[in-house]
């Protein structure tokens, strides 16, 4: 007997080579095999009348054979050729070397042909059916079975060589004809929302009788993904919630409140909020699972900042970490003066000290002589030992998903609280497919008092002028941003790249005027190097790709360019736009477009209206599909192997609410967790040992 574990070989006819060849596809088990779902389906042949066919329909007629013709083209090559006629007309079919077929077609025998219907060679319009993908005598016993199978709507696979659309279907028949597959969806569940048992559905994706059925198939599979997938997070959730192994932070001390009231304003409303919820997290003796977005420049390094205090106030360690080291180091200088002003003990974990100096910074972690660990994410990764760890910052969690905060809980005792910053506004609903398991802040007001960023959209023939504006404003001692899509020219794309640019600019206009060039194929090292040149105001002018989109802060560039801008999604224009306009100078950001279609320009028009990311995202997501929304970024998504996170919105709504049903009644997931497991490996293997 099959289950969904078993190895592919395990099928009739599926032996070593075949097998290779399945494996190629990311297909080794039962369950791999009907998790991937057609690409594409062939509808059926239909029958026709022969007089209302018209070219490139796969059709099938029913009509006497006359005028049977063959002739050779080559030595081996024999073209035969007859007529099949209806009431209404008839039609030619041509095939090569059929000396079956021949044998078979006595004119007058009624005949079935299914094929492509196509314009003869050297026609008058005449249409022809090209190497028929049947015929059959309608006399044979064994008509009605064929029939029926080229009416049938057929499954069409992601293939390699050498394995056929012929093999895969009858590999996925075998299976179903094998399997019994359990229902993941309760009963109620399926008559409520009218989805089909999972035996049925399967089958139903794979072979569905007609589109109807096909398309219920569909709503079950993208339904049964997103419940299964709700109720991970969700389990997560309330494992974390019922754990008493948190830390209660819930000495009042002055640290917080001190920082607090020395910053030169008062929290916004939206902040306010946030560390209100901040503060009983870390106060409740559950760990902290938080996430605050924000727009750039919301405010959330200060709460940060607070909550860091806190720990520490409560006698724990705390540490920040960001995605690279230049963020780590703009966290280190913001914080390093008032910190030290209250007597907080900084370390800074870099993979740039010495061995003698990160020898020397682990020691002071180790024996709690350092209350606060900035550094990056290796600083985690690296396992250096705490003495008391209490708090986790986290800077763009894009980097840092479910599965290392799993691998963070399997470090300590007691487990530390998390806090997760994110500047990229993620629409709701996706909020809810990759963070359902974190407790989420939102801030959406911006600090008062701050100019938003001047964005203009124009064409490439204004470049010159543009460039100009660009030197003038460097002359009187800005910095800016030149950024490109590529970072070098492809032949096949008539685009600039980031290389070409440089040399472009660094060459002419800016001949006189310090440039740089920062994309991701350079050493860490290197970027690291420009990006501080760019730092210190020794670059004045930057070409990158969208490398410098996270968080990077310079208050002194005001300026940036964007060339082909009509390449970038808005959320991520709108990450780029953000690295202007942090000082107090007014900046620009200038879009250079030629987008082939108004439609095209006018997604780009909303950029210079529009500033905030929560609403742009919304907007990207609407005009670009979630699968454009998340290539350009990382996550700790799983794939989705059939629901689409936008065009199902509205399932995954229903499905999250009987997932939380679920776990409400505390239904203990027996059924599901191990399925889950196996699903999605990467984001959820570890939930069985929890
Ligand atoms: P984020 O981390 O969200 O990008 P920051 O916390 O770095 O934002 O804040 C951006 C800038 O705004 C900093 O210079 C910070 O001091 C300032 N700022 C933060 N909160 C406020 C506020 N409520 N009022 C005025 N300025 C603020
Ligand atoms: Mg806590």
């Not at 013709?69 to 081996?76: F, G, L, Q, S, V």
Request: include cysteine.
């Amino acid at each position: 007997m099959l289950d969904l574990r078993s190895d592919i070989k395990e099928l009739k006819g599926i032996g070593p080579k075949r097998a290779a060849a399945f494996h190629r596809i990311g297909v080794h088990t039962i369950y791999d095999l009907l998790v991937s779902y057609p690409k594409r389906y062939e509808n059926g042949a239909v029958q026709a009348n022969i007089a209302a066919l018209r070219p490139d329909e796969d059709v099938m007629v029913i009509g006497r054979v006359e005028q049977v013709e063959e002739r050779r083209i080559r030595a081996k090559l024999m073209l035969l050729t007859f007529f099949v006629g209806d009431e209404s007309g008839k039609i030619a079919v041509s095939c090569f070397n059929q000396p079956f077929l021949k044998r078979m077609l006595r004119p007058g025998k009624r005949i079935c042909v299914a094929g492509k219907t196509s314009y003869a060679y050297g026609g008058r319009g005449q249409l022809v059916i090209k190497q028929p993908r049947g015929c059959f005598l309608m006399e044979e016993d064994s008509a009605n079975k064929e029939l029926a199978k080229f009416s049938q709507i057929q499954p069409v696979y992601f293939l390699s060589d050498p394995l056929t659309q012929t093999v895969f279907r009858s590999a996925v028949q075998e299976t179903l004809a094998q399997v019994t597959l359990t229902d993941i969806l309760s009963d109620e569940i399926q008559r409520r929302y009218g989805l089909l048992p999972r035996q049925e559905a399967v089958r139903a994706i794979h072979f569905p009788r007609d589109e109807a059925e096909q398309n219920q198939a569909r709503r079950t599979l993208a339904f049964e993904e997103l419940y299964l997938i709700q109720c991970g997070l969700l389990y997560m959730k309330k494992k974390n919630t019922q754990t008493k192994a948190g830390i209660a932070f819930s000495q009042k001390g002055t640290l917080a409140e001190t920082y607090r009231n020395a910053l030169p304003f008062s929290l916004t409303k939206d902040q306010s909020r946030t560390w209100k919820e901040i503060e009983r997290d870390m106060g409740a003796d559950r760990p902290m699972r938080r996430l605050v977005q924000g727009d750039v420049g919301s405010g959330k390094t200060v709460l940060a900042a607070m909550a860091l205090l806190k720990a520490v106030e409560n006698g724990y360690q705390g540490a920040l970490m960001a995605p690279t080291e230049i963020l780590a180091h703009q966290h280190y200088d913001g914080m390093a003066e008032s910190f030290q002003s209250l007597g907080v003990r900084l370390v800074f974990l870099s993979g740039k000290l010495t061995p003698r100096q990160k020898k020397e910074a682990l020691s002071r972690i180790a024996s709690h002589e350092a209350d606060i660990i900035i550094g990056t994410h290796a600083l985690l990764q690296e396992g250096g030992r705490y003495a008391k760890l209490g708090l986790v910052v986290t800077d763009e969690q894009h980097r840092f998903g479910v599965q290392q905060r799993a691998m963070l809980e399997s470090k300590a005792a007691l487990l530390p609280d998390v806090l997760v910053m994110t500047a990229t506004p993620i629409p709701r609903t996706m909020m809810l497919t990759i963070y359902g398991d974190l407790d989420i802040s939102t801030i959406r007001e911006l600090p008062p008092g701050r100019p938003p960023v001047r964005t203009f959209l124009r064409r490439f023939d204004r470049r010159l002028l543009i460039y100009k504006y660009v030197r003038d404003c460097i002359l009187k001692g800005g910095q800016a941003y030149v950024v490109c899509p590529l970072v070098e020219t492809s032949e096949s794309q008539n685009i600039s790249s980031a290389e070409e640019v440089y040399d472009e600019l660094q060459a002419g206009m800016f001949h006189d005027i310090p440039c740089g060039l920062l994309h991701g194929r350079m050493g860490k090292q290197e970027k690291a190097a420009v990006m501080e040149a760019f730092y210190a105001g020794k670059i004045k002018l930057l070409v990158a790709t969208t490398v410098i989109e996270v968080g990077v802060n310079v208050p002194n560039a005001s300026i940036m360019v964007i060339e082909h801008a009509e390449r970038f999604g808005l959320s991520q224009l709108h990450q780029l736009r953000g690295r202007v306009g942090r000082g107090t100078r007014h900046s620009d950001c200038i879009m250079i477009a030629e987008a082939k279609t108004e439609q095209a320009m006018a997604r780009l028009e909303f950029m210079t209206r529009i500033q905030d990311g929560f609403q742009l995202a919304e907007e990207d997501l609407r005009l670009r599909g979630p699968g454009a929304f998340f290539s350009a970024r990382q996550h700790g998504l799983p794939d989705l192997k059939i629901a689409d996170v936008f065009l199902d919105m509205g399932l995954l709504v229903e499905a999250r609410r009987e997932a939380q049903g679920e776990i409400r009644r505390g239904e203990d997931l027996k059924h599901i967790l191990p399925l889950l497991a196996m699903m999605y490996q990467k984001q959820f293997a570890h939930i069985l040992d929890t």
